[in-house]
């Protein structure tokens, strides 16, 4: 499977500069003309309008804890005890069952949390390019209206460095791949000491604990499996590590093979789990400091993963693509907790709601509570009438997601030209239409498209392929999908490739795992589609 940092999102994006450079000198009305069709609308048009926020507005606090699994939450039905804090939050909020993430992977969905756009039409779907100045950011939305805005995230996908920074008045991104633990003590430090002058905020807090290789404190490394005695203990629990594992087999440098156990599998999700329930420790402590600064009951509290975590559900685990368009990978936990003056206006403060939710309505739902226009253009559409009870009928009856995969490219042409090796040219284009009873998968690469159905509703894990026995179904939700693809994919803007920005993140990799970084330069990844699902025992 290919994601954002193959030598293929490379090749595409010079693709599209190579036509920008080959029409911009000698025909400028035709590279302007470009420029229309692969930006949805002129920059004037897209910058939202200054609108002064109201005294009785509310703070804005987004927390996106990168690869979070909604199913490992004690709120959404996990048995083991890994967030007793989040349960106590989710009890005085409003949980969404069914949110969907626009992205499995930390830049393009979060870059769609901040956007309301759908990763092609942000366009950082490649470590390669920078968010477009082109698009507005919640958090410039927000600073225009006299919103302070600060960020302090977990960095590397996350950084600075690819435009998340629009925006925001202060954005700290200064530890890489950084725990709750790095970006919380500054963020209340700028809370306690930001000469606001009873200004409004916004706070984006994002950080990588479930994120490999699961840094936590021994008591918490080990709290949930610990008397395992096993193969893993020789290994760090790493993406690189993920991407040897198929199935059953691990894959060593050396080239030997290593038959795992149901029992190794379980090891590294213990591990995850203690991750989450160090972060869930942290999470306490933020909230019980935002309460004593007497802050919780003026501000929109959001919690959510930004994408999910492969644990096996479809034959591997831990490996960047992070479970893609599956269940696993991109259903995620959405709480939001809405202050005591905006709590009139919804049907049930503390409720669940099954309708589906996008990452990408987060944008427009916020702006909609506090009477500011969104941004043009901006794909998701508020919850604000669903919380209160006046959605309609098919409010969200079918929404989409990309997993972790790139914006197509020509293909017959680039690969001639630019030859790669077979295991990069595999799933290059991966998209979803799901709704709460089917989900449809469509597969794109090289050797052609395939499609996976599933009937949600008896089988959420995905795993009884319908596509055939359901073809008329199957077809139905194709031309949907097909009209959503159209769409969005000619809302692309301009994208060029930035070949110190891809050094930029190669050296940050190269300090946090060069194991992961030697795999990419060198071809020797595995992306092809794993072996069928090995349940675990863990489930």
């Known amino acids: 499977m290919i994601i954002d940092t193959s030598d293929d999102t490379i090749l595409s994006m010079i693709y599209i500069k190579s036509i920008s450079i080959i029409l911009r000198p000698a025909f400028l009305l035709t590279g302007f003309i470009l420029t229309l069709i692969l930006s949805c609308h002129p920059t004037h048009e897209i910058k939202s309008q200054h609108c002064p926020v109201k005294t009785n507005a509310p703070n804005i606090i987004i927390i996106s804890m990168n690869s979070l699994r909604s199913d490992h939450l004690g709120c959404y039905g996990y048995d083991k005890s890994t967030s007793p804090n989040i349960d106590k939050f989710a009890r005085e909020s409003i949980l969404f069952r069914n949110a969907i993430a626009q992205s499995s992977h930390p830049l393009g969905s979060n870059a769609s949390i901040l956007t309301g756009l759908y990763p092609p039409s942000h366009g950082l779907t490649g470590l390669q390019v920078k968010l477009s100045n082109e698009r507005t950011t919640l958090a410039e939305a927000l600073n225009q209206s006299g919103y302070q805005t600060a960020a302090f995230t977990g960095g590397f996908h996350v950084s600075s460095i690819y435009g998340l920074d629009q925006g925001f008045e202060t954005y700290f991104d200064n530890v890489e791949h950084g725990r709750l633990a790095d970006v919380i003590p500054p963020a209340l430090e ?22 490999t290789p699961h840094q936590a404190p021994k008591e918490y490394d080990h709290m949930f499996d610990p008397d395992y005695k096993g193969v893993m203990d020789k290994f760090i629990l790493s993406n690189s590590l993920g991407n ?259 050094n930029k993140i190669k050296e940050k990799w190269r300090v946090i795992d060069p194991r992961w970084l030697d795999d990419m330069d060198d071809g020797k990844d595995i992306f092809e589609k794993p072996n069928p699902s090995v349940p675990s025992n863990n489930k």
């Open 190 to 211: 700028w809370l306690k000491s930001s000469d606001r002058n009873n200004k409004k905020f916004f706070l984006f807090l994002q950080a990588y604990d479930c994120h």
């Open 244 to 502: 040897r594992i198929s199935g059953l087999s691990l894959k060593t440098d050396q080239g030997e093979i290593i038959q795992l156990s149901p029992d190794d599998i379980n090891h590294i999700i213990a591990h995850y789990d203690g991750a989450l329930a160090y972060a869930d420790k942290q999470l306490g402590i933020f909230l019980d400091k935002i309460k004593s600064m007497g802050l919780m009951d003026n501000s929109i509290i959001i919690l959510m993963g930004d994408h999910g975590e492969a644990h096996m559900d479809h034959g591997y685990i831990i490996r960047r693509q992070h479970g893609g368009i599956y269940e696993e990978g991109v259903k995620v936990p959405l709480i939001i907790r809405l202050p005591e003056n905006l709590k009139s206006q919804i049907a049930r403060p503390a409720s669940q709601i099954d309708t589906q939710a996008q990452l990408i309505d987060l944008m427009p739902t916020i702006l909609d509570y506090i009477d500011i226009p969104a941004p043009h253009p901006c794909q998701g559409q508020s919850l604000k009438p669903l919380l209160s009870g006046q959605a309609r009928p098919d409010f969200n009856e079918f929404i989409f997601s990309n997993g972790a995969t790139n914006i197509p490219r020509p293909f017959d042409k680039l690969i001639t030209i630019f030859p790669k090796p077979k295991s990069y040219l595999t799933e290059e284009w991966q998209v979803c239409i799901r709704s709460n009873e089917w989900k449809l998968l469509k597969f794109n690469n090289i050797n052609g498209t395939f499609y996976e159905l599933y009937h949600l509703e008896v089988d959420p894990r995905e795993i009884n392929n319908l596509a055939e026995k359901e073809m008329i179904l199957a077809n139905k939700l194709k031309e949907r999908l097909n009209k959503w693809e159209k769409t969005t994919l000619n809302t692309i803007p301009l994208i060029e490739y930035n070949a110190a920005l891809y």
